[in-house]
């Protein structure tokens, strides 16, 4: 058997090769709104412990977003939507796309 060159394939077999492309942006992300929906809110807070200055509860004990959050970069909001439970926190991109949760 020679495998250098046999490679178990007829002259009439046919290989496709198969490519994924995924579309890649180094552009920042950038977020221009965050919203709480309080109806889903429980107060787990995971939101206040990863971005204090975004998001703080209420006397309600539901969370809040704080202003002058547009000061926190994206990434952190971003991380702290996601941390949420429940999925109280709504992100959208500065397209009006929401990102979170999908």
């Given amino acids: 058997m020679n495998y250098g060159t046999d490679w178990g ?4 077999s046919i290989i496709h090769n198969s490519c ?7 552009a920042p ?12 809110c429980i107060g787990a807070a995971p939101c206040t412990s990863i971005a204090p ?4 509860l209420d006397e ?14 994206a990434k952190t909001i971003l991380e702290a939507a ?3 439970p ?7 991109d500065e397209s009006g796309n929401q990102i979170h949760p999908k």
């Fill in 60 to 73: 309600e004990g539901k969370a809040v977003v704080q202003p002058g959050w547009e000061g926190t970069d």
């Fill in 9 to 12: 394939f007829t002259h009439t």
């Fill in 82 to 84: 996601q941390a949420c």
């Fill in 20 to 26: 994924f492309i995924i579309p890649m942006s180094n």
């Fill in 29 to 40: 992300l950038k977020i221009s709104k965050v919203v709480v929906d309080r109806n889903l």
């Fill in 53 to 56: 200055s975004v998001f703080q």
């Fill in 86 to 92: 429940v999925n109280a926190i709504l992100v959208y």
